[in-house]
């Protein structure tokens, strides 16, 4: 099944990455080859076959809910491209 | 110093030949004569190693010496190094400098290791040959117009150089394995679950793991016993008792099945690098290895069945680089709506952005059964046919690398076609086995490797084997400008 140019603004607007007009087309072209490649395993039957979803059939390790690190409210703060005292700053959204 | 192994080192610090300040400074040296052309280090911090080499030396002056304490190693870019720039490759990292250090780089640590430097990469891992980093292409050091492979170029190529000993790495589809073919170096890839995921930026979680690239399976053994280790805050990390990888590297391989897979050694492997192999194949047999054909029947859909997961991980790892609590956000923008488009549009490069955008695809709305769930489904059948090739042979003979490496530019327009380059590594990431390259020899002045591939957690029994292989080879033992 081959992409169409409606599919690339739904993506764009999914995955929230920005595609320009100029873009469109080359990405169409590049992303239809790739899923050309993923579809050659559509051949294949898998009825019965249990899906995998991890590399090893193990249970997820758990551990005790405590606090381990002290708190670093300032230091992850600082990382941020906009703050103010205890927020992160991003555009208004609420009227 | 340039070619001595790790071991070399470590004897050499013990008897204080040389001390951890002047070994280190012999690597940045090597940095500053050499990183312009080759661009396998995106940060290199002198004051902050040989800060470390001097708590080495008093370390090592107490007598606390263990195997790695006092070398310098280098750190792929993906590994968070508390105070350290830490990119992954990314404009979007480039102002990110980690507020914690991952289990890894504490690991090497708290061995007294030496931190050289931040080495390039692919963004994120997402690559081949090195070309996808924000920082620019890495050059191959043994031939400057060809690429070193990726995603762990710079890694590969800073050991391969002489600027680094041994490096971290990791391999998410043949990232650590196919730059070491590439670069005529050791790089194992680890059973998942091995070596711990934490403040390890993540590509593609059920496929990731880190492993070293050094020069010889000896070297990679010493890295290993730092790097294996059971840790609670990566809940895939396996417990399991900690193991002395170097002590089993001349046990006798006399008697043991080397399994050959007919899907990898059929019409479509290239003639030289079947000629290579072949000589492999010979130097097992007179260490007393038998041979034995088997079948991978569906290793052949191993790539479509990766670029279906590996990206829809990635789509959802990387929807938390948003331009809001660290890292890169765009200057211009109306709504918060527009900040996001814009700051992922800016920050990451087109092969990442592709890959998100087919991961976004395969999990949405009436396509997750017929990919992702399909893929997965194959995935189990990939991994079912090595368990089934393990119960006749002990290892996997396979190409590394479908060739000796590509000039830079080559395939950068056709990303399928790069995609290719992979073809013999990701079935083990996708079943969750080990498995290392070594270096087999050269096809035109160029390195290039073969692949031994193990059962889960048989890092021992791959290392003793490619020892042993190395005892009775040159290979791993040619540096750039020799073979020429």
Redesign the interface.
């Known amino acids: 099944m081959a992409?169409t140019d409606k599919?690339?603004k739904?993506?764009?607007h999914?995955?929230?990455?920005?595609?320009?007009s100029d873009d469109e087309l080359i990405?169409l072209k590049?992303?239809d080859?790739?899923?050309k490649?993923?579809?050659?395993?559509?051949k294949?039957d898998?009825t019965d076959?249990?899906?995998?979803?991890?590399?090893?059939d193990?249970y997820?390790?758990?551990?005790d809910d405590v606090v381990t690190e002290s708190n670093?409210k300032e230091?992850?703060l600082q990382?941020?491209?906009?703050s103010n005292e205890d927020y992160?700053i991003?555009?208004?959204?609420v009227e | 110093m340039k070619d001595l192994s790790l071991n070399e080192l470590h004897q050499g610090l013990k008897n204080k030949d040389f001390s951890s300040v002047e070994l280190t400074q012999y690597y940045l040296n090597q940095i500053k004569d050499l990183n312009t052309d080759i661009n396998a280090f995106i940060t290199v911090d002198e004051e902050k190693s040989i800060q470390q080499a001097q708590q080495a030396d008093q370390l090592i002056s107490q007598n606390h010496i263990s195997d790695l304490t006092g070398i310098p190693i280098a750190q792929k870019d993906i590994f968070c190094a508390s105070s350290w720039k830490t990119t992954c490759g990314s404009k979007m990292l480039d102002n990110?400098?980690a507020?914690y250090d991952s289990k890894v780089v504490d690991l090497f640590n708290k061995s007294g290791a030496i931190n050289l430097g931040k080495t390039n990469m692919d963004e994120f891992a997402m690559g081949s040959s090195n070309e996808t980093s924000y920082y620019g292409a890495v050059k191959n050091p043994w031939n400057l117009d060809f690429v070193p492979g990726g995603s762990s170029g710079g890694s590969a190529a800073a050991v391969a150089s002489g600027m680094s000993p041994a490096a971290t790495a990791t391999d998410t589809g043949g990232s650590i394995r196919q730059p070491a073919s590439l670069c005529n170096l050791t790089g194992l890839k680890p059973?998942?679950?091995l070596v711990s995921r934490f403040g390890m930026i993540a590509f593609a979680s059920?496929?990731d793991q880190a492993g070293p690239i050094a020069k010889t399976a000896e070297d990679c053994a010493l890295m290993l016993n730092v790097m294996a280790d059971f840790d609670?805050?990566d809940?895939?990390?396996?417990?399991r008792d900690k193991e002395n990888y170097t002590q089993s590297l001349n046990a006798s391989i006399q008697g043991k099945i080397i399994g050959i897979p007919k899907e990898f050694f059929n019409d479509e492997l290239n003639d030289d690098v079947k000629i290579i192999l072949e000589k492999v194949m010979q130097a097992y047999q007179s260490l007393g290895v038998n041979f034995k054909e088997i079948s991978l029947p569906?290793s052949q859909?191993s790539?479509?069945?990766y670029?279906?997961i590996a990206p829809a991980e990635a789509?959802s790892n990387l929807?938390r680089y948003?331009?809001?609590?660290?890292?890169?956000?765009a200057s211009n923008?109306?709504?918060?709506?527009e900040?996001?488009?814009?700051t992922?549009?800016e920050g990451?490069g087109d092969e990442v952005?592709?890959r998100?955008?087919?991961g976004?695809?395969?999990l949405?709305a009436g396509y997750y059964d017929?990919?992702y769930?399909?893929?997965?489904?194959?995935?189990?059948?990939i991994?079912d046919d090595f368990t089934k090739a393990f119960t006749e042979c002990d290892l996997i003979l396979a190409p590394s690398s479908p060739s000796t490496a590509f000039k830079i530019g080559d395939k950068t327009e056709?990303?399928?076609a790069m995609?290719m380059q992979d073809m013999y590594t990701i079935s083990t990431?996708?079943?969750?086995l080990p498995a290392i390259s070594a270096p087999a020899g050269f096809i035109n002045n160029m390195p290039i490797g073969f692949q031994l591939i193990g059962n889960?957690f048989e890092e021992a029994k791959i290392l003793n084997f490619t020892h042993l292989y190395q005892s009775i080879s040159d290979w791993h033992k040619y540096s750039p400008g020799e073979v020429l």
């Open positions: 992409l599919d690339i739904k993506l764009s999914l995955a929230k990455i920005n595609i320009s990405v590049k992303l080859g790739i899923m490649l993923i579809d050659t395993m559509q294949i898998t076959v249990q899906p995998m979803s991890h590399a090893l193990i997820q390790t758990l551990r670093q230091k992850f990382l941020g491209p906009e992160f991003v555009p208004r959204v | 990110f400098y507020p059973t998942y679950g059920s496929l609670e805050r809940s895939t990390s396996v417990k569906n859909l790539i479509p069945v670029y279906v789509s929807s948003d331009g809001v609590k660290f890292g890169y956000r923008y109306k709504d918060l709506e900040m996001y488009l814009k992922r549009e990451f952005k592709r998100i955008l087919v976004t695809y395969v949405s017929a990919y769930l399909k893929a997965q489904k194959i995935r189990r059948l991994a056709d990303p399928v995609y990431n996708l079943a969750g889960y």
